[in-house]
């Protein structure tokens, strides 16, 4: 085990239950005017207006794969692997079946999940929006997800995982392998609006290819029992990876969250970049790997935590390997409080305390996501302002 790592007791996943009552596609007007706030808090609309396509899972099924642009592809994977059999030359390519337990898990029981694709030459008028809902208590939501844009397409994706609110314990399990062909560009956006008793377990994978550009985006705000990711992207020659996060950990949350970037193509560029308040009793690990084993490659790591509590904890974990002798890796962490003279300036102007520390997260986490829709950054930037006013 790592030094510092907190030891993954996590989910003990024989505890949830694999059993989810099968919803038809004749229940979803019901679905989604009973589950509508929620699959708009993580960024899905079920009128899909300005979407290219929609694909919706509750529990086990499928209730929503609609495809609005010509040149792109919806479909669960189980339909994907069925209607295509090239598809195993990409199943488990970018992400291990025996990587750990909850690979295995989803290896051995998945559960759905979604495939997703643009055919070459083809760039998304609109995003694609997908949802992967638990709306069951207990249930263990085991997803195997891909993605591929072909050469010179250009995908846009937002994602968002939740749970319904009368739902106070689950476990979900998500496997997501992305394929960046070249010349072409994926930009994913994925929310999580969690419950304080909910365990997740998401591992990707990201293979970028010559001139090929991934941009990843990640915003959780609401408390989450143990949440534990890692994607894992793999840069070609030229490649361009972007990894931004935004977590805002309250209540008993446990996060252990991070990226690493593998630049093995000659030229390639990676940046990641990371945004953590801690509050209440949080515990947030946020960790970054830049690796660079091609000739000039460059990269660079930007990890920031602010603290609000003396019982909360961030523990941060930059890390850089060079292997040729002309790559440029470079990191820049921080972990502070909010300072006096920030609260002094804002409240001579008016502001109660209170006022004040809720202005300046908003301003810490209000960070200029690359790659959202203007309707997404408004969203995300009024949960950020939800989350502040808590503080007030």
């Given amino acids: 085990m790592r030094k510092g790592m907190s030891e993954d007791n996590g989910p003990d996943i024989g505890k949830y239950t694999l059993k989810a009552e099968k919803h038809n596609a004749k229940d979803l007007p019901e679905i989604e005017d009973k589950y509508k706030q929620a699959f708009l808090d993580v ?9 290219s396509g929609s694909f919706l899972q509750v529990d086990h099924s499928v209730l929503c794969s609609k495809v609005m642009q010509e040149g792109v592809e919806i479909m669960s994977t189980t339909d994907a692997l069925e209607k295509y059999s090239w598809l195993s030359d990409y199943w488990w390519h970018a992400v291990a079946p025996d990587k750990d337990v909850y690979t295995q898990q989803v290896d051995k029981k998945q559960t759905q999940g979604y495939f997703l694709r643009t055919l070459p030459g083809v760039k998304t008028t609109y995003p694609l929006q997908s949802c992967l809902f638990i709306g069951q208590e207990g249930l263990s939501q085991n997803v195997h997800n891909i993605v591929i844009a072909e050469e010179g397409s250009e995908l846009h994706i937002i994602t968002g995982c939740s749970v319904a609110e009368m739902v106070q314990s689950a476990l979900h399990l998500g496997v997501s392998e992305f394929y960046v062909k070249k010349n072409a560009k994926i930009t994913f956006t994925m929310i999580h609006n969690w ?30 029992k143990d949440l534990q990711m890692y994607p894992v992207t793999y840069c070609g020659k030229n490649a ?16 252990d969250i991070g990226s690493k970037m593998v630049l093995s193509g000659e030229n390639s ?49 930059p890390e850089l390997e060079a292997t040729v002798k002309d790559a440029e890796l470079s990191h820049e962490a921080a972990v502070g409080r909010i300072s006096e003279e920030e609260i002094a300036y804002l409240t001579a102007r008016g502001l109660s305390e209170e006022e004040a520390a809720g202005a300046i ?24 302002r939800m989350s502040a006013e808590a503080l007030e």
Avoid: W
């Fill in 43 to 51: 960024g899905y609309d079920p009128q899909g207006e300005e979407r």
């Fill in 195 to 224: 419950a304080p008793e909910v365990e997740v377990r998401p591992r990707s994978g990201i293979i970028v290819e010559e001139n090929g550009v991934f941009i990843g985006n990640y915003v959780c705000l609401d408390p989450v």
């Fill in 240 to 255: 361009r990876a972007t990894s931004q996060s935004i977590i805002y950990a309250s209540k008993d949350s446990k996060i």
């Fill in 269 to 317: 560029r990676a940046e990641i970049i990371s945004r953590t308040v801690a509050t209440d009793h949080a515990d947030v690990t946020a960790r970054g790997i830049l690796s660079g084993s091609a000739p000039n490659v460059k990269a660079h790591l930007e990890c920031i935590g602010l603290m609000l509590s003396d019982n909360a904890r961030i523990y941060s974990v």
């Fill in 361 to 384: 997260v908003r301003g810490f986490l209000n960070v200029d996501i690359e790659g959202l829709p203007a309707a997404l950054g408004a969203q995300v930037r009024q949960m950020i």
